[in-house]
């Protein structure tokens, strides 16, 4: 197990613009991200969209096949936490402070589970985040979140 | 989403090798340890796997405490908010859940996950369940 990997800081290039999908290659393969699987979707100037497929493995209830809603967690604190480089231009290091989940419905079994997370507002410590989760159809969302994260600095190491 | 925990823990709590380590009061307390599938930011929890902890330490807590009314009504989740206190270190994590409210049609729980010293939480969670009666057999 890779307890001793660099600090993902140091493995992002500083001399371009934040790349959600390059970090995603770090974020979203390796540690629990890795474990979920999670793939870069897409982006813009302030949102990036992940995508974990469903497995036997990642259900709530295996009478019904459900997905876990931590799973769903994992993908939006993820999305959302790129959101906020991605609107920024760079990365800066951050934690999350408080992320709530509104689950609208069940994320059925053998659907694929898209996150999109949103950053609307920046201040110089705070990324003010939203976001929603659905199975393809951007108007059918299984779950919204909201929640903050804070700028740590150098205590992040 | 009829009572996930009713016949152990699910599939998603074991693949990251959650197990119920101790009871406070009779309420199941939940142990995680810490592995490269459970890790974020390098050394660290990953935020998400904490919110998972916490979600299986409430759902053990509303079921214990619909089993000790006798009843035996599912639930559905609504929603929940972490709050992260603490970065979770590389090492065992446990958590608790209290059902703050049982009422017939929903239930207020808070869950809280520590280290070394259960009064200093990591994160806690706060979730509301919708309480679902049970489909009579046949009917």
């Known amino acids: ?157 | 989403m009829n009572g996930p925990l009713a016949n152990g823990l699910p599939p998603y709590a074991l693949a990251l090798d959650m197990e119920v380590v101790d009871r406070i009061d009779g309420t199941p307390v939940i142990g995680m340890p810490f592995a490269d599938k459970v890790q974020g930011r390098p050394g660290f929890l990953h935020g998400g796997a904490i919110s998972g902890l916490l979600e299986m330490a409430a759902i053990a807590a509303i079921h214990q405490a619909l089993r000790a009314k006798g009843s035996d009504s599912g639930i559905k989740q609504v929603n929940v908010t972490i709050d992260f206190m603490r970065g979770g270190l590389g090492q065992m994590t446990y958590a608790v859940g209290e059902v703050i409210r049982l009422g017939r049609t929903m239930a207020n729980v808070e869950a809280r996950a520590w280290q070394d010293d259960r009064s200093k939480p990591i994160a806690i969670g706060t979730m509301h369940y919708l309480i679902r009666r049970p489909k009579v057999e046949g009917a």
């Not at chain 1, 604190?77 to 920024?88: G, Y």
């Not at chain 1, 290091?93 to 069940?106: C, I």
């Open chain 1, 1 to 157: 197990m890779a307890f001793n990997k660099p600090e993902l800081g140091s493995l992002i290039p500083t001399n371009t613009a934040f790349d959600p999908a390059l970090v995603n290659k770090l974020m979203g393969k390796f540690g629990h991200g890795g474990f979920l699987d999670m793939e870069y979707v897409g982006h813009g100037e302030d949102w990036v969209e992940l995508a974990i497929d469903w497995r036997a493995d990642l259900v709530a209830d295996p009478e019904t096949g459900i997905l876990a809603s931590a799973a769903v967690i994992s993908l939006m604190d993820n999305a959302t936490s790129m959101s906020i480089w991605t609107k920024l231009g760079e990365f800066r290091p951050q934690v999350t402070m408080d992320l709530r989940l509104d689950y609208l419905r069940p994320s059925p079994a053998g659907a694929r589970v898209y996150g999109r997370g949103i950053c609307y507002h920046l201040t110089q410590t705070i990324g003010f985040v939203r976001g929603f989760a659905h199975n393809g159809d951007i108007d059918d969302p299984l779950a919204h979140a909201s929640g903050t994260f804070i700028r740590v600095g150098d205590r992040v190491s």
